[in-house]
Structures are given as structure tokens and as C-alpha cells.
Nanobody, 127 residues
Framework: QVHLVESGGGFVQPGGSLRLSCSAS????????IGWFRQAPGKEREGVAC???????????HYTDSVKGRFTVSRDRAKNTVYLQMNNLKPEDTGVYYC?????????????????WGQGTPVTVSS
């Protein structure tokens, strides 16, 4: 059973950057597609960015429209970590960010596909 842990959240002004990390204990992240999701206060959880399994070899990535060109999801197989680089942050990016794993292929960030979740890390974008 893999245990996912997010880190890197915090407070940042609009236009700033943060890098979130999703690390794992108990298993290799290589066999998991990883999705980044966020939940703003009073709103439903939504998919932000997803990356295919490390052993898939296809480099598939998917981004929700609101973060395209600003967020980048990447995987460091040697460090067993998946990152979400967030640039040009906006107040509407505020929320708790979760990473989640799916032990199968993906074609997007369908929330229901992901069965293993971390505890989340909060991100606040405000002036």
C-alpha cells in the first residue's frame, strides 16, 4: 500500500510561484499515474494536472484549461517524487492541493479514477 505525502504549499502573492511535491513511502511511484487536485473553500474538488505512470513511457500529461501555460507536472523517478510547478499564481488558485495515485493508465484527471490520496497541502494566493 502506497502512502502519499504532499508538501510545498504556503502563502504567496499573485504572480508568485510555488512548487508542490508528492512523495511516497511503501512503494514506488513509478507504477502510479499521479493526479494533482485542488479544493477551494465551498467548492468541489477538481483535477488540476495529471501525469501518466513512470513506467508507461508515453510522457502523457493533462492540464485543466485554467492552469495551462502556468502549471507544469513532472516526475523525478530517482527521487520517487512528482512535482507541480505553479507559476503566475492567481487568487483563484487558492485551495488545498492533493496528490492522488492510480495504478493504471490514464487519459485525463478524472477524480473517480484515483484511489490513493494524500492529506493535502494548502495554497493561499493573496495580496
Amino acid at each position: 500500500q502506497v502512502h502519499l505525502v504532499e508538501s510545498g504549499g504556503g502563502f504567496v502573492q499573485p504572480g508568485g510561484s510555488l512548487r508542490l511535491s508528492c512523495s511516497a513511502s511503501g512503494n514506488s511511484l513509478d507504477v502510479f499515474a499521479i493526479g494533482w487536485f485542488r479544493q477551494a473553500p465551498g467548492k468541489e474538488r477538481e483535477g488540476v494536472a495529471c501525469i501518466s505512470r513512470g513506467d508507461a513511457g508515453d510522457g502523457f500529461r493533462h492540464y485543466t484549461d485554467s492552469v495551462k501555460g502556468r502549471f507544469t507536472v513532472s516526475r523525478d523517478r530517482a527521487k520517487n517524487t512528482v512535482y507541480l510547478q505553479m507559476n503566475n499564481l492567481k487568487p483563484e488558485d487558492t485551495g488545498v492541493y492533493y496528490c492522488a495515485g492510480r495504478n493504471n493508465t490514464i487519459s485525463g484527471c478524472n477524480l473517480g479514477w484515483y484511489g490513493t490520496w494524500g492529506q493535502g497541502t494548502p495554497v493561499t494566493v493573496s495580496s
